[in-house]
């Protein structure tokens, strides 16, 4: 039986969770960025089997060496029925013996977290968080020092807020607000006191 595209493999793969887009949630406006569980950007994305998890690996492409790796833990029905709920995947996207994508599921076996390996050296790059299946922040080391330093926040699927640590030194100085699914002010903190300094682009007025 000839293999299925490649691009429909890992479409399949990255839009399969199992889980409703459309759930209300209810976004922290102006909280300080919150790291997705103890996650640190140094670590590595492949992570080791827990408790009494169960792995069941997938060979994708038939090369001898598995791709998808699915951690599930024996639960039960409301009704009494066993069955193993989904509580980790993880996947090598390019087929090149590393893990690329993370996620981990909730009880009702809907998203929490997607941690991403953008540059494909083993580590994290980017967390996406979600509430009930719904995502809410993604969190990105852009110039891959190590921890985060770029926010992006969103509600029923439209961006809301970025922020930005631009000197790396662990503190939020740049944001952006966004409405109608364009930017409609910036703010820099120049002192270092954590709020906003200069506005580079102000609010605009209401028309009518």
Request: proline share 4%.
């Amino acid at each position: 039986m000839p293999l299925p595209p490649r691009s429909l493999v890992l479409a399949a793969l990255l839009t399969s969770s199992g889980c409703s887009l459309f759930n209300k949630q209810a976004a922290q406006k102006d909280a300080a960025p919150i790291q997705a569980e103890d996650e640190t950007f140094s670590a590595g994305i492949r992570q080791t089997k827990k408790g009494d998890e169960k792995l069941t690996e997938f060979d994708l492409n038939r090369d001898q060496q598995p791709d998808v790796f699915v951690y599930t833990v024996a639960a039960k029905t409301e009704d009494g029925r066993d069955f193993d709920r989904l509580v980790r995947k993880e996947m090598d996207l390019n087929w090149d013996g590393k893990v690329d994508v993370a996620r981990q599921y909730d009880e009702e076996e809907r998203i929490q977290f997607e941690r991403l390996d953008l540059d494909f050296d083993g580590r994290v790059d980017q967390t996406n968080v979600y509430e009930k299946g719904t995502l809410i922040r993604k969190e990105r080391d852009v110039g891959y020092t190590g921890r985060a330093n770029t926010w992006v926040y969103f509600e029923k699927g439209k961006i809301t807020r970025k922020e930005r640590d631009t000197n790396n030194d662990g503190k939020v100085d740049y944001w952006e607000y966004w409405e109608n699914d364009q930017v409609d002010r910036v703010g820099e903190d120049t002192n270092g006191d954590g709020t906003v300094d200069r506005w580079l682009r102000p609010p605009q007025p209401a028309n009518g």
